[in-house]
Every structure is written in structure tokens, then in C-alpha cells.
């Protein structure tokens, strides 16, 4: 079935809509994301309780959350004091009785009628040789006849359930939040079209959509809940890959001005003037992705290019000639980086590596500048004096307009939001390149970059001595002291990394400016250490930055501010305090600040935590200096906690799949996601019509 486009589906009404919900409760529910009818029926349940287990009160255990039918054998008695009150009565089945205990609901003294038959379920206590339930929930149950003993108890109860427990907010109750939901999928189920091809049903045993919905609101059996979940988490993640991939065909794709520079000889052998005239030469990766996007760049499609490379690889240089050629070719580029400090060194590092572009085509952009400085570039991109932008998230902001732009360049794509990165997409018809340090395991790559070509800088600029990595302990402080005082005297500079800024009373974390103070004042007396968080001023923070690439700061006490980017090939050691605190993939990225010079580099990782997967975690990076493997290793040891760390990687977050526990799930679906489009690679036969409806959807939805 397919929906006519000017009617609009129940599943896009206003919760409003819905008998029931009134302004009042609408407020409520947007407070949980909730707008529409659809966004309710599609508000899955947190977690489920079980009313299914009965047991005789006679098996009941000491701790668990028991379901028993009973019935009250005395009047329930109210003891109050003060504004507290405690009911009590007993719960009587053939095979025992309990002691049942209310706190603060005297009102339920009234629904308790001696001889009536109800459904408890509560957590059950021992005491001495007599079992308690407190506060249980209960249902009644008129209906009910209790088995003789050792009859099955299940037939006993008409009806037994689950029972779901749903997210919810401040004045909105379980009941009557189920209520709603339960309305919106009556009203939305009609309107469900199953999107899956029955073939990928079959093949990967998924059930139904409507059955899916049904079950995983209100499940038969807990077993069912799993099915559900398990059909649902797959839709997840093949519409979003689906998504992606339709993104890319040309249809879907965004028009570009077509540079047409690699037709004019002119250009070219301009462009590869500069390139014998870098301090060093290119390796064969960045040459490789420098004319992927030369050629990329060439067509009236725009780009849409991710590079990716290691820490250290020399992604930077490849941006820069690319934001050259485009400027060679008469349009504008603009380069985007996720802090102050890392911008401002890209605007530095452009000016020393292409000396020959006039100083005033050149300009920074950070949220830190004047009104008036800022209005100053606007205006000099607009007539087209600036040709060169490098800025923070500034550069998105309104009012940056430029001439002609040709070429948007994210650096360090992973740190910015989904959101920030389409604004720049958007940007009208310029080419767009990002680049990214993330290693990312090559599942979860499908999921993150679908809709990207990609291009790899995989070997590493010459001459690298690897990074010795050790662990220590803080018993082991003097020693790295005296490392660091070495490295000092053969005139190198070291990075001390802290997880926080401030200390804060419940942690024994080391903070950057405690531990500041004291290797400045007590223990490193004899070096000029310098303190670099985010709280600090722009202009505090590019002056210590300064100072530090200067060699004026030997030692820099620091947050994570400078885990992105920065450059100083002087800077050879690094200690990291609270190692455990940190993802791996982000300690690999710290760890890549350092072995950018000549000088072998040792990286230190300061952790008091004993054995176990913690420990492991850190030994893995001891032992590889491959952003993949350990990208890998991560996954796979990863804790229950996000270590990992979502953000770190831009990752998407779903509500039914977990990209980590899901691995089988994933590729199936990627499998799924190939298969489909191998026979129909825009989703325009009928029997993907909806599947294709839904895809974009979903990815409206998540970029909305
Ligand atoms: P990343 O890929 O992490 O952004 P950068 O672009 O910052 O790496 O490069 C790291 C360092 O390597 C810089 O100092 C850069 O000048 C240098 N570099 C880049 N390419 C080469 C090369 N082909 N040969 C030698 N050094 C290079
Ligand atoms: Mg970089």
C-alpha cells in the first residue's frame, strides 16, 4: 500500500491529535522528544516487568521481584506517624502466606477487601522465618481459582503479561503514558508498511514490522521482546546506510562548479611549482588523494570526500594544495577546524608552506574576534580579497558570505556535529573535503561515512622514528621527572596530559592546574612549564601556544585542548596522568602530538588502576602505534561503559541498535544494504517503494 502525498498519515498528526492528550500533556511529552503521533508509537519501552513468572508463595526467594496470586486474609491495618503511614495485611495462596507492606499509601487500604483475589508483584524479603513483599503493584483478579497444589498456576490467571516501563518525565505516570501509546500505535499500525523484502526476511529470520511494533510495546513473552528489538535495530541501521548510499547517486547529488583544472596545463604546472618548492616531498598516499580531488573536483557533481589518515600522516599539506588549486582556478576555499589554537596554526602553517600567496588573500575567522574584526573579513571575502579562509565553526556562521566559494575543508571531521558539517555541505555549489584522524573499525566506517568517497593516506611521511610507549605508576613520578629534565636538556619539550582542569572534591583525578602549580613551583622548579586548558582565553591560550612552539615553554601542562592537530616537531615527550580516564582511539590522538620531529619520541601513560581490562586497554596501546588495530582492539575490549566514545568518533546514536554490541547485526545489514541496491541502486522498484520512503526519512530525521 502506498500513501497518497497530500493526506497527511496519522504517524505525522500532533500528539494532540490523539483523544486524551491535551496542552498541557503535549508539553510534557515534547519534554521526552515526543511531537508527533509517530514519534509516541515509536517510543519504546526502557525496560519490561514480568508478570508472567507465577510461583506459589511457598517458592517465593528472599531478594527477587516475585509475581503470586493471593488473597487478602485480614482487613489491612494503618499505622500513621506523623506524615508517614505503613499498611499491613497477609497474602494467603495454599501453598503459604506473606506479610504484604505498604509505605505512604494509605489510600490502597480501601482496594484491599479481604477475600478479594489479586496478582502481586514486588520485591520479596526474609525476615527471620516469615517472607515480606513491599509495596507490591497488584492487579486484580475476579476471575481467578486457585490450582490445587502442584497444579500449574499459569492457567490459573486469565491473562498474565508483561507489563512495559516506558522513559518518561516529571508528572506524566506509567499508566497513563502507556495509555498513550498504546492509542498512537492503534492509530499507526493501520499505516505501517512492512519495507523489507520477504527474500532478506527469510534470510536473516527477521520478523514482521507490524508484528515487531506490536511486540516490542507490549511483548507476549519476554522472548518476544528480543525478536522485536532484533527486527527493529535492523532497520535502524539499514535505512541509515541506505540513506547514505542513496545519498550518493547522482540524482541525490548536489550540483558543483566543475574547476576544470586539471585541463589547463597552465594551472597545473603551477600548482606543482609549489609542490617542489615544500620543504619535503609528498609521499605517493598524499599524491594519490591529492588527485582524487583534483579529478573530483573537475566535475559539475560536487565533491564529497573524506581523508583519512593517521595522526601524523600529513592530511594538512593535501588540504592545503587542494584549497590552492581551487584558489588557482579563480574560487574561493575555506578550511574548517574544530578549536582556536589548531585554526590558527593551519593559518600559520599556510603562509610559511606557500610563502608566495600575497599575506592579505589570507585570513583567520574564530569566535574570538572583535564585531568589528570580524565584519572586516566578511566584507574582503565578499569582494573577493580573502581567498584563503581558516576558521573555527565561526566560518559557518551567518554573515560569512563569500564571492565564488569553490572548496569547503573540515579538518578533524569527527569532532564536529553532524549538523555543523551539513551547514557547510550546504554552503551552495563548492566542492566538499573532510578529513579525518579517527581510525574507525571497518563496520562502523559503513555507518559513519556511507555517504563519502574516501581516500586513505595509510603510509606515514618518512623518516618517523616510532613513539615508545610505557605505562607507570605514581611511585614512579621522580623517575619521569628526571626523564623529563633529560629531555629538556637536549633541548626538547614535553606535553603533560591532565583528564580535567579543576580539581573537584569527588575525584582524586589530576587536575591541570593543581598539577600545574606544583611542577612549576615545587618539582620542575628549574624548567619553564606553561598551563593550556579550554577555559582560558583565546588570546591566553594562543599566546602559551606561541611560547610553546617558540621553545620558550619546555614543559606543557595540559587538557585534551591540544588533543587535535597540534604541530611541534620539538615536542618528543609525553605524560599522560589518569591514563584510564581516556578513550583509546583519544589517547592514540594525544600520542600523535609527539614523533613529528627527528628525535625519538617516548610516550608515558600514568595509571594506578590495577589488572584487569582497564590495564589491558592501556598495554594494547604499549603495543601497537596502528590507529586501526587499536581501533579494533577497542571495540573488542571495550568495558561496558562508553570508553570508546561516541563523540570521539562522530558515531551516530540509535534507539534500538548498539554499534558495539550489534556486530552481527551490522554487517547483516550491511550485507542487506549491498544486496538490495546491486538489483535497484536508487530504490525504484515497487517493492522498495517504502523502504526508500523510509530511508530518506530516517535520515531527515537525523539530520533535522
Ligand atoms: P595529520 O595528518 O595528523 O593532520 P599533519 O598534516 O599535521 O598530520 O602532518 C604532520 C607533520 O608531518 C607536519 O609537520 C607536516 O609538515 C609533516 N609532513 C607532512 N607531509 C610530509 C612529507 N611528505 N614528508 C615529511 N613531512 C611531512
Ligand atoms: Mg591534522
Known amino acids: 500500500m502506498t500513501h497518497a502525498t497530500d493526506t497527511v498519515l496519522n504517524r505525522d498528526k500532533p500528539v494532540t491529535a490523539l483523544s486524551g492528550v491535551s496542552a498541557k500533556r503535549a508539553q510534557q511529552l515534547a519534554k521526552l522528544q515526543i511531537e508527533t503521533i509517530g514519534d509516541l508509537a515509536g517510543h519504546f519501552p526502557r ?18 521481584d516475585g509475581v503470586f496470586l493471593a488473597q487478602v486474609q485480614k482487613v489491612p491495618t494503618l499505622f500513621r506517624k506523623g506524615t508517614r503511614s505503613t499498611l499491613q495485611t497477609v497474602l494467603r495462596d495454599p501453598s503459604g502466606a506473606i506479610k504484604g507492606v505498604w509505605f505512604n499509601q494509605p489510600y490502597l487500604q480501601d482496594k484491599l477487601a479481604v477475600g478479594d483475589i489479586f496478582l502481586f508483584r514486588g520485591r520479596v524479603k526474609r525476615e527471620g522465618r516469615s517472607f515480606s513483599v513491599f509495596n507490591p503493584a497488584f492487579e486484580p483478579q475476579p476471575q481467578a481459582v486457585f490450582p490445587e497444589v502442584g497444579e500449574s498456576l499459569a492457567e490459573a490467571v486469565a491473562d498474565t503479561f508483561v507489563r512495559p516501563v516506558y522513559p518518561t518525565t516529571q508528572g506524566l505516570g506509567q499508566n497513563l503514558l502507556r495509555g498513550f501509546v498504546d492509542r498512537a500505535l492503534a492509530a499507526v499500525i493501520p499505516e505501517l508498511d512492512e519495507t523489507l523484502p520477504g527474500e532478506i526476511r527469510r534470510r536473516y529470520l527477521l520478523p514482521d514490522r507490524v508484528w515487531a511494533y506490536t511486540q516490542i510495546h507490549n511483548p507476549d513473552h519476554l522472548e518476544n521482546y528480543r525478536l522485536a528489538k532484533r527486527r527493529l535495530a535492523f532497520d535502524e541501521l539499514l535505512l541509515l546506510q541506505l540513506g547514505l548510499r542513496l545519498s550518493k547517486t547522482a540524482e541525490m547529488q548536489r550540483k558543483a562548479v566543475p574547476l576544470r583544472f586539471t585541463s589547463q596545463p597552465k594551472l597545473l604546472t603551477e600548482l606543482k611549482k ?24 573537475d566535475k559539475a557533481v560536487a565533491m564529497n570526500r573524506l581523508l583519512q589518515g593517521d595522526v601524523g600522516s600529513g592530511k594538512t599539506i593535501v588540504a592545503f594544495l587542494a584549497m590552492h588549486a581551487c584558489v588557482l582556478a579563480g574560487r574561493q576555499a575555506v578550511l574548517m577546524a574544530p578549536t582556536g589554537i589548531l585554526a590558527k596554526q593551519h593559518e600559520d602553517s599556510l603562509r610559511r608552506l606557500f610563502p608566495d600567496i600575497p599575506a592579505e588573500r589570507i585570513a583567520c575567522l574564530t569566535g574570538q574576534q572583535s564585531a568589528a574584526q570580524k565584519r572586516q573579513v566578511y566584507e574582503r571575502l565578499k569582494s573577493g580579497d580573502i ?4 576558521g573555527t565553526h565561526a566560518v559557518l556562521q551567518k554573515g560569512v558570505d563569500f564571492r565564488a566559494l569553490g572548496l569547503a575543508v573540515t579538518d578533524e571531521q569527527h569532532r564536529f556535529g553532524v549538523k555543523q558539517r551539513l551547514r557547510l555541505i550546504e554552503e551552495g555549489d563548492a566542492h566538499v573535503l573532510v578529513m579525518s584522524a579517527t581510525p574507525i573499525p571497518r563496520t562502523l566506517g559503513l555507518i559513519v561515512y556511507g555517504d563519502l568517497d574516501v581516500s586513505v593516506i595509510s603510509e606515514k611521511p618518512p623518516g618517523r622514528k616510532p613513539i615508545k610507549t610505557y605505562t607507570a605508576r605514581t611511585k614512579d613520578m621522580p623517575r619521569l621527572h628526571a626523564m623529563i629534565r633529560r629531555s629538556a636538556a637536549h633541548g626538547n619539550q614535553t606535553y603533560v596530559v591532565c583528564p580535567m582542569v579543576n580539581e573537584s572534591d569527588d575525584s582524586d583525578l589530576q587536575s591541570a592546574v593543581e598539577l600545574y602549580e606544583r611542577l612549576a613551583n615545587t618539582e620542575l622548579t628549574d624548567l619553564r612549564v606553561g598551563l593550556l586548558h579550554g577555559q582560558m582565553k583565546e588570546k591566553d591560550k594562543n599566546e602559551v601556544m606561541d611560547r610553546f612552539l617558540a621553545g620558550d615553554i619546555q614543559v606543557l601542562v595540559s587538557t585534551t585542548v591540544i588533543e587535535v592537530g597540534v604541530d611541534n616537531p620539538m615536542a618528543t615527550f609525553m605524560l599522560v596522568m589518569n591514563a584510564e580516564r581516556f578513550g583509546l582511539a583519544q589517547l592514540h590522538q594525544l600520542r600523535g602530538r609527539i614523533g613529528r620531529g627527528a628525535d625519538e619520541s617516548i610516550c608515558v601513560l600514568q595509571s594506578d588502576v590495577g589488572e584487569g581490562l582497564a590495564r589491558e586497554r592501556l598495554v594494547t596501546l604499549c603495543k601497537s602505534e596502528d590507529g586501526f588495530e587499536i581501533a579494533e582492539a577497542d571495540l573488542r575490549l571495550r568495558g561496558p561503559g562508553d570508553f570508546f566514545g561516541t563523540r570521539q568518533h562522530g558515531l551516530p546514536t540509535f534507539r534500538m541498535a548498539n554499534l558495539y554490541e550489534d556486530q552481527e547485526l551490522l554487517s547483516q545489514s550491511a550485507e542487506a544494504c549491498s544486496h538490495i541496491l546491486r538489483d535497484d541502486p536508487t530504490l525504484a522498484q515497487l517493492e522498495h517503494a517504502a523502504l526508500r520512503e523510509e530511508a530518506i526519512r530516517f535520515l531527515a530525521q537525523r539530520e533535522a
Open 47 to 64: 525496560r519490561y516487568e514480568d508478570w508472567t513468572s507465577l510461583k506459589p508463595i511457598g517458592d517465593l526467594q528472599d531478594g527477587e
Open 274 to 297: 609549489n609542490i617542489t618548492a615544500l620543504p619535503f616531498p609528498l609521499t605517493g598516499d598524499q599524491k594519490k588523494a591529492l588527485s582524487d580531488i583534483l579529478k573530483d573536483m
Open 387 to 390: 581567498m584563503y579562509l581558516i
